[in-house]
Structure formats: structure tokens, C-alpha cells
């Protein structure tokens, strides 16, 4: 998240691919905004609401090391399909910590989603944004794509997201020039090394990847289906033994074969870039590969999470 013209707000926007009722009613139906509400590995349980100016949500959010954290957030505005305005992060013994806006507009299919969390200073919104990318509150909105996905298709997918303050054109180098690429694709303790780099729409890429920590050597492909600049790259991803024939993953045998990966590069303003990262299993999958991809979602983001960091870290130093 980034501010927006006033320093003591939070901003951001995303784009999600069902219609506004479906985005609006997974917003406010205590039964489906449970299934997304909150960082990911979170719970939540829903005592009381009433949709209206002067309403109220109380709830728990339940975090994975069994911390509770009870809520209630009261409705200042509420126009059906379009604008919420309410309170957030306070209870009964303390006030709530901010204001939020969020705004619903309707792109062709597809939603759009702006909102701005204001604070009472500058101060009190750098100490959330530090507090909100330390919990994974991020992934709020990437478990909402998750959601929203699933009940649209009955797709399984993962999403993740990160801004960067860096022009949309670096970005896509990023991802597009090898030489970058395996600087910081990668949890902390991997080494990515290419056998061949051949990123192009119908080519394909063969690399090693090692992990220090533990000895694991993985071998993979890429192979690119689409590659628009600077906005969209799409690809599949498989892994391999060290001479290119299709092997699984050597710590889950129960992986899928065959994973997409569909990249979409946003600019967020001259200097920033917001990435999205779509992932999910390709073609028919056995229920236990796709049991296993669902509940190594958590797992996931960490990985990805880690390459950002270092992908940041690969920015900066540039």
C-alpha cells in the first residue's frame, strides 16, 4: 500500500475478474467474507451485523498461533454496489484506528476496487503500513481473488502481490532478462543457475535451483506462452531431472506436474509498479495434487514473499 495525495493515508487498488454484485456481496455476506477475510493462515467468526449508516460488524479474527483479535466495525456510508465507509480496528474499550473508504466500479466484467484507510497523522499511517506488511495483511486481498475465482470457475489458485518503487519497464526487465531473473527468483537460502535462457513467447528455459540449507538441488522449465510488454507474461513451469524429463518435486511427490504462472505488471505511478502473481495447477489434476497445492498456500507466500524481498534488495542496488 502506498499513500495517496494525503500523507496520513493508506491507498491501493486492485482489479478483480467477477462483476461488482459478486465482489460486493463477498464483502458484506458474513458467510463468504469469511472464507477471505484477514492475512492468510487467519480464521474468522462473525457474532453480530447489520448492513446499514449507523450499523455495526462485530467479529474475531482467530490468527493461526491461537491469538484472538475481536473487532467491531461501525458503518458511516453504505450505497449497495458502489461505497463503504466505515470504522475499523476498534471495541467496546478502545476507539477504532482508522476510517476506511472503499469504492466499487465496475470495468467491462471485471471490478475494481479503491481504497483508502485514513489515519489521524502522517505518523500513525508509516507505523500501519510497517505493522500491515510485517502481519501478511496484504494477503487480504489476495485470498479475495482466491475466493472470488473459486466460486466464479471452481479454480484453485494462488495470488499474491507486491508494489515496488520502480518504473512498470524495470520491472518487466526483472522478469524478462535471465541475467535478472535468477538474481532473485527464490526463497532466501536458493541460488538459481540457468543451463539455458531462452525467454521468448514459444522458447523455453532449463535452470538449476539450490538450497543451501538443506543440500536440495531442484531442475526445472519454463516454458513462455505469452509475453505482452510491459503489462503480462504467462508461463508454465515444470520440474525436471537434471537431463530435462519431467520429474517431481523432490520434497512433495504429490505436487502437480504442470503449474501456470500469469504475471500482470500494474503502474501504480511514475516510479511504481504493483505485480500480481496468479499460480495454479494446469489441466486435469488428481485430487491429492490439488490438496496439497491448497493447503501449501501459506508455504507459498513465504517463497514468494522471500523473492520479493530480495527482488527489492536486486532493486535498490541497481
Given at each position: 500500500?502506498?499513500?495517496?495525495?494525503?500523507?496520513?493515508?493508506?491507498?491501493?487498488?486492485?482489479?478483480?475478474?467477477?462483476?461488482?454484485?459478486?465482489?460486493?456481496?463477498?464483502?458484506?455476506?458474513?458467510?463468504?467474507?469469511?472464507?477471505?477475510?484477514?492475512?492468510?493462515?487467519?480464521?474468522?467468526?462473525?457474532?453480530?451485523?447489520?448492513?446499514?449508516?449507523?450499523?455495526?460488524?462485530?467479529?474475531?479474527?482467530?490468527?493461526?498461533?491461537?491469538?484472538?483479535?475481536?473487532?467491531?466495525?461501525?458503518?458511516?456510508?453504505?450505497?449497495?454496489?458502489?461505497?463503504?465507509?466505515?470504522?475499523?480496528?476498534?471495541?467496546?474499550?478502545?476507539?477504532?484506528?482508522?476510517?476506511?473508504?472503499?469504492?466499487?466500479?465496475?470495468?467491462?466484467?471485471?471490478?475494481?476496487?479503491?481504497?483508502?484507510?485514513?489515519?489521524?497523522?502522517?505518523?500513525?499511517?508509516?507505523?500501519?503500513?510497517?505493522?500491515?506488511?510485517?502481519?501478511?495483511?496484504?494477503?487480504?486481498?489476495?485470498?479475495?481473488?482466491?475466493?472470488?475465482?473459486?466460486?466464479?470457475?471452481?479454480?484453485?489458485v494462488f495470488v499474491i502481490n507486491r508494489s515496488f518503487e520502480a518504473p512498470i519497464e524495470t520491472l518487466f526487465e526483472m522478469w524478462?532478462?535471465?541475467?535478472?531473473?535468477?538474481?532473485?527468483?527464490?526463497?532466501?537460502?536458493?541460488?538459481?543457475?540457468?543451463?539455458?535462457?531462452?525467454?521468448?513467447?514459444?522458447?523455453?528455459?532449463f535452470y538449476k535451483m539450490s538450497y543451501g540449507s538443506s543440500g536440495v538441488v531442484m531442475y526445472g522449465q519454463m516454458n513462455y506462452?505469452?509475453?505482452?510488454?510491459?503489462?503480462?507474461?504467462?508461463?508454465?513451469?515444470?520440474?525436471?531431472?537434471?537431463?530435462?524429463?519431467?520429474?517431481?518435486?523432490?520434497?512433495?511427490?504429490?505436487?502437480?506436474?504442470?503449474?501456470?504462472?500469469?504475471?500482470?505488471?500494474?503502474?501504480?505511478?511514475?516510479?511504481?509498479?504493483?505485480?500480481?502473481?496468479?499460480?495454479?495447477?494446469?489441466?486435469?489434476?488428481?485430487?491429492?495434487?490439488?490438496?496439497?497445492?491448497?493447503?501449501?498456500?501459506?508455504?507459498?507466500?513465504?517463497?514468494?514473499?522471500?523473492?520479493?524481498?530480495?527482488?527489492?534488495g536486486y532493486l535498490t542496488r541497481g
Amino acid at each position: 500500500m502506498s499513500a495517496k495525495n494525503k500523507p496520513n493515508e493508506l491507498y491501493l487498488v486492485r482489479v478483480y475478474d467477477a462483476p461488482v454484485e459478486a465482489v460486493w456481496d463477498a464483502w458484506t455476506d458474513p458467510e463468504q467474507v469469511a472464507q477471505w477475510w484477514g492475512p492468510r493462515g487467519f480464521s474468522l467468526t462473525t457474532h453480530s451485523k447489520d448492513l446499514r449508516v449507523g450499523g455495526h460488524w462485530a467479529y474475531t479474527m482467530h490468527g493461526p498461533d491461537g491469538v484472538d483479535y475481536p473487532n467491531k466495525t461501525i458503518y458511516l456510508e453504505v450505497d449497495e454496489h458502489k461505497r463503504l465507509v466505515y470504522d475499523h480496528g476498534g471495541n467496546d474499550d478502545r476507539p477504532p484506528m482508522f476510517r476506511v473508504t472503499v469504492l466499487f466500479k465496475a470495468v467491462g466484467k471485471k471490478t475494481q476496487m479503491e481504497m483508502t484507510m485514513a489515519f489521524v497523522s502522517p505518523e500513525a499511517a508509516a507505523e500501519a503500513k510497517k505493522f500491515i506488511k510485517s502481519a501478511g495483511g496484504h494477503s487480504t486481498w489476495d485470498r479475495l481473488a482466491e475466493y472470488l475465482e473459486a466460486e466464479s470457475s471452481q479454480n484453485e489458485v494462488f495470488v499474491i502481490n507486491r508494489s515496488f518503487e520502480a518504473p512498470i519497464e524495470t520491472l518487466f526487465e526483472m522478469w524478462t532478462n535471465p541475467e535478472h531473473f535468477s538474481r532473485w527468483l527464490g526463497p532466501d537460502d536458493s541460488e538459481m543457475e540457468y543451463i539455458k535462457a531462452d525467454i521468448a513467447e514459444g522458447k523455453s528455459t532449463f535452470y538449476k535451483m539450490s538450497y543451501g540449507s538443506s543440500g536440495v538441488v531442484m531442475y526445472g522449465q519454463m516454458n513462455y506462452r505469452r509475453i505482452e510488454r510491459p503489462n503480462y507474461l504467462e508461463y508454465t513451469q515444470i520440474f525436471c531431472d537434471e537431463k530435462g524429463n519431467l520429474s517431481k518435486h523432490p520434497n512433495v511427490p504429490v505436487w502437480p506436474d504442470t503449474m501456470l504462472t500469469k504475471v500482470v505488471f500494474t503502474k501504480e505511478g511514475e516510479d511504481q509498479t504493483r505485480v500480481m502473481v496468479t499460480w495454479q495447477p494446469l489441466g486435469q489434476v488428481p485430487l491429492e495434487e490439488l490438496k496439497a497445492f491448497v493447503e501449501m498456500k501459506a508455504g507459498m507466500t513465504q517463497g514468494w514473499t522471500q523473492s520479493f524481498d530480495k527482488l527489492e534488495g536486486y532493486l535498490t542496488r541497481g
